[in-house]
């Protein structure tokens, strides 16, 4: 039995927030006879005299006390309940429906979506059916300003913002990742509803702690591509909860979806590059060679860093290696491939990646063409999109920073000048191109210099069903 009052009930349990754990006193509530034994999650705080968890062990901390019929008041929750009578969703379409009904049954889960496929609007239907006080996480700017302009158009919500210079709280909040990882254990008791969009970056390192601080009993997480290199994934299971539903490119690719198809186009190094490039090759597998250094992990990449620093040889190789990478990424042949698809698709909406902003620039001076990179100032960022939207600037040049996040949906062409061995980083750019427009049609295409280490880097990127 809960029983909720305005004053405590002597001698009964009492739940409270603590800045991001959840306190249970008097200590007795475990000890009356015929109770349940208290759970693992709990640890015994001496200071209060009293048991302590993790804000994210709420839901199971009260389930177990209602379980075992266990007369407790719960001051813990700050939570509103809430009415959406201006929202506006449309029908779902069935892999939304489908979706919304595997979270349902537990209330707690993560869906992987593709770009432009509805994640979104899902989120907006799991808060209809909750109806609770609700906290956005995300991991840009970018999306703040994205989801409060579809809350406010689609429920009717004015929401609070917290992040980018704002403290906003409001039954309906968006904040992202970094201001909560500052924040959320001061408020992580006002919202029963969790959305962690992009939520691949609540398992990074450090992050998971913000899912830790909130009593949130309902969590969704949306990912376009859940799995990381590192494995760390597996921790949005206990952070949020298990895969609920997921759907492919491929399924949903011609009716959800665009249609399209990748390319790869395959440059030369100039006889002058190639001599430049085999003999900084060279430098650096020389030296990782005598030194006996395995390749193949980050952790493998951080031994040589290391390694390297420690002598002028080790310094030279460290260099040999960006320069065969940098020649590699941005080679004559690829400038000039890059023209050509230029004009071939001149009038259509185009994105440009490059894995750093050294080639990024380089394009962008080239060719006389907007860049953003993550050193772009917001108002330019907000008015270089809202030219390329638009079609007064058709054509965007950048690094990595809309890789995910971005709506851009008369995006048809992109172009993967350079990139890294994620194929969550490839996906990503393929996810900016396939949002439905009418009957468009789009088109990816990989520039790759052939005869360098960028040919296995391609491979591991296309481990997916999408270039497949």
Not at 205 to 234: C, F, K, N
């Amino acid at each position: 039995m809960r029983i909720r009052a305005g004053a405590v009930t002597a001698g009964v349990p009492v739940l409270r927030f603590d800045r991001g754990s959840v306190v249970l006193h008097p200590a007795a509530a475990g000890d009356a006879a015929g109770a349940p034994p208290l759970p693992s999650f709990l640890r015994w705080d001496a200071r209060i005299g009293a048991w302590r968890c993790a804000a994210l062990h709420y839901r199971a901390l009260v389930r177990h006390l209602v379980h075992g019929n266990i007369a407790h008041e719960d001051l813990a929750r700050d939570y509103p309940e809430l009415a959406f009578p201006e929202a506006h969703l449309p029908a779902p379409y069935p892999h939304q429906q489908a979706a919304l009904e595997a979270w349902s049954h537990g209330k707690r889960g993560v869906v992987e979506l593709p770009t432009g496929a509805g994640k979104t609007r899902l989120a907006l239907m799991a808060m209809t059916q909750v109806q609770r006080g609700t906290l956005v996480l995300v991991p840009t700017l970018e999306l703040v300003t994205q989801w409060c302009r579809v809350l406010s158009e689609e429920l009717g919500v004015v929401p609070g913002v917290v992040g980018g210079g704002s403290f906003e709280l409001a039954p309906v909040t968006v904040c992202t990742y970094a201001s909560a990882l500052r924040h959320a254990d001061g408020f992580g008791n006002r919202f029963a509803l969790a959305i962690f969009d992009e939520c691949h970056h609540l398992s990074a390192e450090g992050y998971a702690a913000i899912a830790e601080v909130l009593i949130a009993p309902y969590r969704l997480g949306l990912s376009a591509t859940v799995e990381r290199p590192d494995a760390r994934h597996r921790l949005l299971d206990g952070l949020i909860g298990p895969m609920v539903y997921r759907q492919s490119i491929t399924a949903l690719s011609g009716r959800y979806l665009a249609d399209y198809h990748t390319a790869v186009e395959h440059v030369q190094l100039t006889p002058t590059e190639r001599e430049r490039y085999t003999a900084a090759r060279e430098i650096y597998r020389s030296f990782r060679d005598q030194a006996a250094l395995p390749t193949g992990s980050s952790r493998d990449w951080q031994r040589f860093v290391f390694a390297a620093s420690r002598s002028e040889a080790g310094r030279e190789a460290l260099r040999a290696f960006h320069e065969q990478k940098q020649l590699a990424y941005a080679p004559e042949g690829k400038f000039a491939r890059c023209a050509a698809l230029l004009w071939r698709h001149r009038g259509q909406r185009m994105l440009i990646f490059t894995n750093d902003n050294r080639t990024a620039y380089a394009l962008s001076t080239r060719f006389l063409l907007p860049l953003i990179t993550h050193q772009t100032r917001v108002a330019e960022r907000r008015e270089i999109m809202a030219h390329f939207h638009a079609g007064r600037w058709p054509v965007l040049v950048t690094s990595k920073v809309l890789n995910e996040g971005v709506d851009v949906p008369a995006a048809s062409v992109a172009i993967v000048f350079s990139g890294n061995a994620s194929v969550r980083e490839h996906v990503q750019r393929l996810g900016r191109i396939l949002r439905k427009d009418g009957d468009k049609q789009a088109v990816l295409y990989e520039l790759l210099t052939q005869d360098t280490g960028e040919e296995g880097t391609s491979r591991r990127r296309r481990l997916h069903d999408a270039y497949r």
